[in-house]
């Protein structure tokens, strides 16, 4: 039976993260199997999980994934482990909306009956520390708060009084207070940390957090307090269609590599799962794409970064084109959807040319473009499903796109209609034959029949070359 807790924090930029990735790596440095996840939608978290728990880490999201699916995901992975470990997003109780818990790291930890662990920043406040924690300690009776670990403590004497102070609030109990110690964090850009594949002696800064967090933290004591978890059975793996007896796995190139590094793992497991092989493959590096490919999945990640290698890597570019046009189905999500564009705008205001699948320039501006949950319509039918398909995801961008055609993506028509948290409604991205893509980010655990649709569209692509 493994132990369990969720990591949350009383806001953005508190240090949960900074906090999560030295527990992890201190914890798997003991000889712990480590089970990272991630509250919410965020990509780039995740990745930073598995260097530090050197295992994958898994979204768990209670507004795109259903809640049968969500239990699933966590049992299927947290019982392999002696420790599991959830990342929260925001702010504890921060989640769709003002009064909707859905998205929330308190919706998913009660959800789940798991025990949280908050993360409170604690600069500049001395007894105001104990009111800021008996309000989150008593704001949901419904959610058991495990205890509280201050950070950013700037002396022996802060520790003390925050620690007089918290013994006021005995369902808040102190179990921690991490020193000031900002320059062990990691650097940020435009859509939040720096990526894994990213980020300048990454091992060696885990192991500095870890140190950080083993010095502020009796972590025997904060095991010992957790409950043991017992899991439900996790439920077999869905098979491929009924009827269909496929000879081989659909391949299906995955690009993967710095630029192209926002991918939901349960996105390639259900794909897996439905009959799939995912084959790797780097459009900056790369000059052809695997052999014998059924379709392709274009991710999101950082384009724009890369954008000079990209464009530089014209076999590439042109094998990625001549494909869009074999009548094989492609996916697109942001990043990948940009590559698609004939060209992208850096935010010097450089001009590369790319792929030219779509007519459109991809703009970056200085101000994020978009922000939030979607739950997307297919406009046409296509490989992810027939016209009326719905799924669920985020959008996250800094870049607008510019360009002749049906708009927003130009080209075809668009693919998507999306409805944000809000209600508002927009179109998205753009289909032409068996291409597909836009900004929006689809996790498939929100409609079961999308990534077996995307499969056999693939297979029947196949058995028709």
């Not at 930073?48 to 999201?61: I, K, M, P, V, Y």
């Not at 909306?97 to 959800?111: N, P, V």
């Not at 690009?255 to 084959?279: H, K, M, P, S, T």
Request: neutral net charge; charged residues 20%; hydrophobic residues 45%.
């Amino acid at each position: 039976m493994p132990k369990a807790l969720v990591l949350a924090g009383t806001g953005s930029g508190c240090g949960k993260t900074s906090v999560a990735l030295g527990l992890m790596r201190a914890l798997a440095r003991r000889g712990l199997a480590v089970q990272p996840f991630k509250a919410g939608p965020d990509f780039i978290d995740p990745g930073l999980h598995a260097r530090a728990a050197r295992r994958e880490s898994h979204n768990l999201d209670t507004w795109m994934m259903p809640e049968a699916a969500l239990r699933a995901c966590f049992a299927r992975f947290a019982g392999e482990a002696d420790v599991v470990v959830i990342e929260g997003v925001m702010g504890l109780f921060d989640g769709r909306g003002g009064a909707d818990e859905r998205g929330s790291t308190a919706h998913l930890a009660k959800l789940l009956g798991l025990p949280v662990l908050l993360v409170l920043d604690a600069a500049s406040q001395a007894r105001s520390a104990a009111a800021v924690a008996l309000g989150f300690a008593r704001f949901d009776p419904a959610l058991r708060l495990a205890g509280v670990l201050a950070n950013r403590v700037g002396s022996p004497r802060h520790a003390a009084i925050l620690r007089e102070a918290l013994a006021l609030v005995p369902d808040a109990a102190l179990l921690g207070c991490l020193q000031r110690a900002e320059g062990l964090g990691l650097a940020s850009r435009h859509l939040g940390l720096v990526t894994a594949e990213d980020a300048a002696e990454l091992d060696a800064r885990l192991e500095a957090l870890a140190d950080w967090v083993e010095q502020g933290v009796d972590i025997p004591a904060l095991l010992a307090g957790l409950p043991d978890i017992s899991l439900p059975p996790v439920p077999a793996a869905p098979s491929a269609r009924p009827g269909v007896r496929p000879v081989r796995p659909v391949r299906i190139g995955l690009a993967r590599d710095r630029a192209f590094c926002f991918i939901y793992a349960e996105n390639l497991r259900l794909l897996e799962a439905a009959g799939a092989e995912a084959v790797p493959f780097s459009p900056l590096d790369d000059a052809a794409l695997p052999e014998a490919l059924d379709g392709l999945y274009l991710p999101g990640g950082y384009p724009e970064l890369s954008a000079a290698t990209l464009a530089a890597n014209t076999p590439m570019l042109a094998a990625v084109r001549a494909f869009c046009t074999s009548g094989r189905p492609v996916w697109a999500e942001c990043g990948g959807f940009m590559y698609l564009q004939r060209a992208l705008v850096d935010l010097d205001g450089v001009e590369h040319r790319l792929c030219g699948v779509f007519p459109g320039r991809a703009v970056m501006r200085a101000r994020r473009a978009a922000l939030g949950y979607r739950e997307a319509r297919t406009l046409v039918s296509g490989p992810l499903g027939p016209a009326g398909t719905v799924v669920r995801g985020h959008e996250f961008h800094y870049s607008e796109l510019e360009g002749d055609g049906p708009k927003p993506g130009g080209g075809g028509q668009a693919a998507f209609a999306l409805t944000a948290s809000d209600g508002s409604q927009a179109l998205d991205g753009a289909a032409l034959g068996t291409v597909v893509g836009g900004y929006f980010h689809a996790h498939l655990a929100s409609n079961p029949e999308v990534a077996p649709n995307f499969v056999a569209a693939c297979r029947a692509a196949g058995q028709r070359r």
